[in-house]
């Protein structure tokens, strides 16, 4: 069965876990200091009780961040990265937001390729923000308000 939850701050050793075990992005530090940033959401895709993916937003005003958003390799290209975005962009547009904003390694062509596929479009580089020398590609979507 698959589901979707909000996660807290007694969760956070699943984040770290499913982190450590995909992009590598955050410290345990890091995870914890977004749990407690006003406006953002953390939501888990599970399987049974198996957290499989996870989504990091930040609302700011109309606007949202995607601060996060990973799914667990073995479960990839299997429509479970959809699920979690089709549930994020409605939750979204249930608040009202205009728009949904993140960023991405231009380097992540599989990445870049998904949120393509939800009308994200670039909007702007930042040259170099990566460790590894890489742009990020700052994309946008725009949302329908109920």
């Not at 450590?20 to 049974?48: P, V, Y």
């Amino acid at each position: 069965m698959i589901s979707i939850k909000q996660i807290n701050e007694k969760d956070i050793e699943l984040c770290c876990e499913l982190d450590r075990n995909t992009i590598s992005l955050w410290s345990k530090k890091q995870w914890a200091n977004e749990f407690k940033k006003d406006g953002t959401k953390i939501f888990g895709l599970l399987i049974k009780n198996l957290v499989i993916g996870i989504c990091v937003f930040q609302v700011v005003l109309d606007e949202a961040q995607i601060n996060y958003f990973v799914v667990n390799q073995k479960f990839r290209e299997k429509g479970f990265g959809s699920y979690l975005m089709i549930y994020l962009i409605k939750k979204c547009e249930k608040l009202n937001l205009k728009k949904l904003l993140l960023e991405v390694s231009q380097s992540n062509v599989s990445a870049e390729r998904f949120y393509s596929r939800f009308d994200f479009y670039t909007v702007g580089i930042r040259k170099n923000y990566y460790k590894d020398g890489s742009h990020a590609l700052l994309k946008e979507k725009k949302l329908t308000t109920k």
